[in-house]
């Protein structure tokens, strides 16, 4: 794409030197994408010339972003999905030319510090991966375990003596307390295996075939094997079988299998420090909510998941899972003042809480917003490593990092404990603010972006593997930046350049969807499942009259209802549909519109953006006289009442609508089209990926609202027209999920990941010691001498 843009600049520079003086025009020093290609197109409705040359339309398309100043205009193209180039146009000298991202960066930062001292530190990871395998295919972004299998396997392959002892290496390590699993120490040496292995096999199929490891453990043993080949012969046989396939000739495909047969996940810690994280009546409170519903669906599907493993691989050893989060004792009304509460449902799974700490110890009683809690972290981390190990007795086979905080609480327990370590950031701050790294000072004493944008790309880089909910997450599309992406290089000025900070290639990064939970949401047609006791309720919630938690009632109830619920924040939009609605005159004669979310009363909310959401209603309400159309239900569902709403509405043939600026990934999406209710979701983020527009619902820009209305409106008329169109989307809808995103799929793949990774960790140079060092330096010179500054309650 660069050249035939240089060749233009070259043989056009008074046209160029035009256009962007144009831009110089506007009087702004920086033009995001979207300015930069509507001020191209009003400049080139002038010039035929121009509109015929497609090279310059291009390369203007494609661009993210422009700085410019009296003398120079600075340009940051995106041709492609993780592909970043730079260009200056010299205003006196008429001329462009590429520049590298420092220099690019070096531009920006002059635009906007006062300080005079232009050098300042620059984080660059660029040198420690140099040597390590990376993909190169867009395509294979997110799918990191097959390129590693197939590329160590590759090298294992080519130097078989090394694999073949590495793999006995390998086997030789495992055990729970004092029990040896897989192999003893009459086994030394890879021959001693593979006759141990033929012997094995040919003793287990001259056994009855109901015969399990118990009947055949004394033979086994003095064979050299350990349990957990399996619990039954023919399971113990497969393993065998495998590991003889793999160390005849390594292949990726029985690696993986063989791998996930081997017993090496019994215990794991996952981090989820900020918010009210509990079980009930935490829903709707700051900082809480579909990520606590994540972590608790996915903590029952990976017990559920390990059982069923160590089952087959003959053991009988109980898993655990430890959700460590934060102890509040001032909890309004929650759980959350409790040290440590077990997961319903569960068997071996408990929520413990860790006090935040001030310097002379005391505990801090109140909820702190997930942006102030960098300076209690390190504390934090220490003693949910201790409460880690006293419960436990022994090191976690996996420590899982939530958001920001939990991931760098997680580098910290990983690195301690020496385990492996895996980052989900659910959503990445930096994306969500236009400008955020640029402008951070200004936005410093409320979001304290320096300690979070440094705390990912320490928990990002030191991670062993990253699990995204979808692509977008790591390299979002043609024209929009992906979260992950976003960290590739920017500036913070007067505190530090990232030239190379996250590589999207990099095969750490997995694709893992999670699900809804089947039990609570399943399709509206499966009435023996249907919860009965709920439906009263419900139907009082939706065509109820005023109350002190609610706003509107509904004047005609016959209506199909356009359904929505999320938190009552700026990024979620729900007062941006509510204006969709209100404006939509046809849409208004079609449907009803009901909103849960966030509280009626703005003296109810202790969070500064939800009360400015709240007024904002207020005023939509009596702006478009909406009293009788849309029903505003300050109110928190239970998870099981919440699974019955979307099956309520979907029997009155209403749709569900996620009208956020951006979502990572969409966990309510998932809900609504599991239920059958058919779906209209933001193309920015997850639902994107989750919904096939026009098979399984419909993406929607909510930059431009009435176009979103028009669809919806569109979608009642034809169904009105035609009936069976509800119908079909709303099988879509439900097909779409059974085949993508259940929990079951979850935890298999993230428990296979676990074993893979864990693997190669062992046997090459994942461990990736330079960039520890790296990652320790930064943490202590940059990420705690910020976090010492910050207020301390």
Known sequence: MQKPFESFVSHNPET??????????????????????????????????LQRDTSVADVILKSQEAALSDGDFYLMVRPGVARWFYYR????????????????????????????????????????????????????????????????????AHDLTRGEELLLSFLSVHGYDSQPFMINASITSVKELRRALVQGMR???????????????????????????????DGIIKTMSLLADLLEAPDHHILETFLARVPMIFNIAILSPHGYFGQTDVLGLPDTGGQVVYILDQVKALEKEMKLRLYNQGLDIQPRILIITRLIPDCGGTTC?????????????????????REDGSIIDQWLSRFEVWPYLERFSIEAEQAILDRLERRPDLVIGNYSDGNLAAYLIAQSLGVTQCTIAHALEKTKYLYSALYWKDLEDQYHFSCQFTADLIAMNSSDFIITSTYQEIAGSEDVVGQYESYASFTMPDLQRVLHGVDVFDPK?????PGADADIYFPYTDQARRFTDEQDAIAELIDGGPGDFCRGSFSDNDKPLIFSMARLDQIKNLTGLVRWFGAHESLRR????????????????????????????????????????????????????????????????????QPAFFEAFGLTVIEAMASGLPTFATRYGGPLEIIKHGVSGFHIDPNHGSQAADDISSFFARCTEDPDHWQQLSKGAIQRVEERYTWRRYAKRLLSLTCIYGFWKYTTNLERQETRRYMEMLYHLQFKHRAATLPRH
């Open 16 to 49: 160029t030197y035009e256009l962007f003086q144009s831009y110089r025009a506007t009087g702004k020093n920086l033009l995001l994408g979207s300015e930069l290609w509507d001020g191209f197109q009003a400049f080139a409705a002038e010039r035929p010339a």
């Open 89 to 156: 146009f010299n205003f006196e000298a008429k001329t462009m030319s590429e520049v590298s991202v420092a220099e690019f960066l070096c531009f920006k930062e002059q635009l906007v510090s006062t300080s005079p001292v232009s050098r300042l530190l620059e984080i660059d990871f660029s040198p420690f991966v140099r040597d390590f395998p990376k993909m190169n295919q867009t395509r294979s972004i997110g799918n990191g375990v097959e390129f590693l299998n197939r590329h160590f396997s590759s090298r294992l």
């Open 203 to 233: 003793y287990l199929e001259s056994q009855p075939a109901d015969h399990q490891w118990s009947d055949c453990e004394n033979s086994l043993r003095a064979m050299g094997f350990e349990p957990g080949w399996g619990r039954t012969r």
């Open 337 to 357: 003042n409790q040290e440590e509460e077990p997961v319903v449902g569960t068997e071996g799974v408990s929520i413990v809480r860790v006090p935040f700490r």
């Open 509 to 513: 990064f997995n694709i893992v969807s």
């Open 590 to 657: 079609q449907a009803n519109l009901l909103i849960i979310g966030g509280t009626v009363a703005e003296e109810h909310s202790g969070d500064n953006e939800e009360r400015h959401q709240i007024r904002l209603m207020h005023e939509l309400f009596d702006q478009f006289q909406l009293e009788g159309q849309v029903r505003w239900l300050g109110t928190r569902l239970a998870k099981k009442t919440s699974g019955e709403m979307y099956r309520c509405i979907a029997d009155r043939r209403g749709v569900f609508v």
